[in-house]
């Protein structure tokens, strides 16, 4: 029994080990400009949404909003906002795989933004 414990222990202090040196791998977090990527287009959808309507960028809602004119102001705003260049930041996020990623964002690499409203027509 003693010896299947110090197994154990062994194994558990080798994969931490494994697991902290594969961590400790370099990461760029600057580019060096060479990569002239194009920016991420973004829209934000006006949707019907939990008894009133809300602007929809992917998967994500706004706050409800009573009316479509209100939804569509609040989202062009917001998309106004997100295209304001800014001070460089520190980002980190999750991708689809559960990794966390790290950079340093630049205050100009601003996406381009759209607000989808199909029609004003049935604003109440």
Do not use: C
């Amino acid at each position: 029994m003693r010896f299947i414990l110090v197994l154990l222990g062994l194994w558990g202090v080798f994969s931490y080990l494994r697991g902290r040196r594969q961590q400790q791998k370099p990461r760029a977090l600057i580019t060096d400009g060479r990569s002239k990527r194009k920016p991420p287009h973004i829209v934000y959808e006006i949707v019907e949404h939990d008894g009133g309507w809300a602007y929809k960028v992917g998967d994500v809602f706004s706050e409800t909003h009573p009316t479509r004119r209100e939804a569509v102001i609040a989202a062009q705003n917001a998309a106004e906002a997100h295209e304001m260049s800014g001070e460089d930041s520190f980002i980190e996020y999750q991708d689809e795989r559960g990794r966390w990623h790290e950079e340093i964002e630049s205050g100009d690499d601003r996406p381009e933004v759209d607000v989808e409203n199909q029609t004003m027509a049935s604003s109440r």
